[in-house]
């Protein structure tokens, strides 16, 4: 089982539209928890991070943890074509190591 | 704005031969991290460094591939020989330091072995 796991997609939705993205992760000692965004043939970009459980809102984005259940998610409101890329959840292991899911690829549609 | 610089963008290398590519961090950075992305897959780290210190190379593979930062600012990743299969972008972040939560990349090396 990976530590973090992401649905790969890809996810196609109108402009306009509420994008929700979601990942699981396997360790409940996990406390750190990013969002970074990756266009095509770029380097991936911090969005967000957040700490623990609860949301944290940045303009259209918010992040959000439940360590309950092991899930962390992304929503983007009001959509854009400039939100298009590769959108990919990761952690901090205890030894200070950055984990990555797969990736979701969106496309928001003019 | 500080960036993390790497080079080349690309390269095209025939098996068996060595490549190495280069990152610069931001100015300050104590860790230095490279990663490997395969297309469609997210990035695994190959190797973590803190100052001129090597921290996690566990999933290096070290018959083949190497990386230094000898003073502790600048890194080198070399692989020889390439195979086929190491085709893929190599990225390099850096972070402040090892508790800190916000680690930048770079633009990435996209490497194609033929």
């Known amino acids: 089982q990976k530590e973090v796991e992401q649905d790969p997609g890809p996810l196609s939705v109108p402009e306009g539209a509420i994008v929700s993205l979601n990942c699981t992760y396997s360790?409940?000692?996990?406390?750190?928890f990013m969002w970074y965004r990756q266009y095509s043939r770029k380097g991936p970009e911090l969005l967000m991070y957040t700490y623990s459980s609860g949301n944290k809102e940045d303009g259209r984005f918010t992040a959000q943890v439940d360590k309950s259940s092991k899930y962390i998610s992304l929503f983007i409101r009001d959509s854009q074509p400039s939100d298009s890329a590769t959108y990919l959840c990761?952690?901090?292991?205890?030894?200070?190591?950055?984990?990555f899911g797969s990736g979701t690829r969106l496309s928001i549609r003019p | 704005e500080a960036e993390v610089a790497q080079s080349p963008r690309y390269k095209i290398t025939e098996k068996s031969q060595a490549v190495a590519f280069w990152c610069d961090p931001i100015s300050g950075h104590a860790t230095l991290y490279w990663y490997r992305q395969i297309l469609g897959q997210g990035p695994e780290l190959l190797v973590q460094?803190?100052?001129?210190?090597?921290?996690?190379d566990s999933q290096l593979p070290k018959d083949r591939f190497s990386a230094e930062r000898l003073k502790g600012v600048d890194s080198t990743l070399k692989i020889q020989p390439a195979e086929l299969g190491d085709s893929a972008m190599y990225l390099c972040?850096?972070?402040?330091?090892?508790?800190?939560?916000?680690?930048?990349f770079g633009q990435g090396t996209r490497l194609t072995v033929v």
């Open positions: 360790n409940s000692a996990f406390q750190y």
């Open positions: 972040a850096s972070s402040p330091n090892r508790q800190n939560t916000e680690a930048f």
């Open positions: 460094f803190q100052d001129e210190s090597v921290v996690d």
């Open positions: 990761a952690t901090y292991s205890s030894a200070s190591k950055i984990i």
